[in-house]
């Protein structure tokens, strides 16, 4: 069992920046894809931002092409959600997930295990 733990969110100002962190403290092996999600109320999840298990391969949501930044550090087996020029539809709850293999998938079934979500909310 992966358990992925995020961090890093909050209150943010509209053309603000915040940084998310997610961990697998227990992954030991295996360094998987992973992406971040993000749900507002009533709606379904949907796609962020992924990176393969090299960390040589991302890939973004349009909303957030040239405002997110999606990186690794797999010494720290940790995942990074750099956000800059935050807009108010930016608030929601982000998920990090992990699928099982090296490649990601912008669908949410391509990933197996999820954390409990970090809140970040846009608002002046």
């Known amino acids: 069992q992966v358990h992925l733990i995020e961090s890093g969110g909050g209150l943010v100002q509209p053309g603000g920046s915040l940084r998310l962190s997610c961990a697998a403290p227990r992954r030991t092996t295996h360094n998987y894809a992973r992406a971040w999600f993000r749900q507002t109320p009533g709606k379904e999840r949907e796609f962020v931002a992924g990176i393969s298990g090299s960390g040589r391969s991302t890939g973004y949501a349009d909303f957030g092409k040239g405002r997110f930044t999606i990186s690794r550090d797999n010494a720290k087996n940790t995942i990074y959600l750099q956000m800059k020029s935050v807009k108010p539809d930016d608030t929601a709850v982000y998920y990090c997930?992990?699928?099982?293999?090296?490649?990601?998938?912008?669908?949410?079934?391509?990933?197996?295990?999820w954390g409990q979500g970090t809140q970040v909310t846009v608002s002046s």
């Open positions: 997930a992990e699928g099982d293999g090296y490649n990601y998938g912008a669908g949410a079934g391509d990933y197996t295990y």
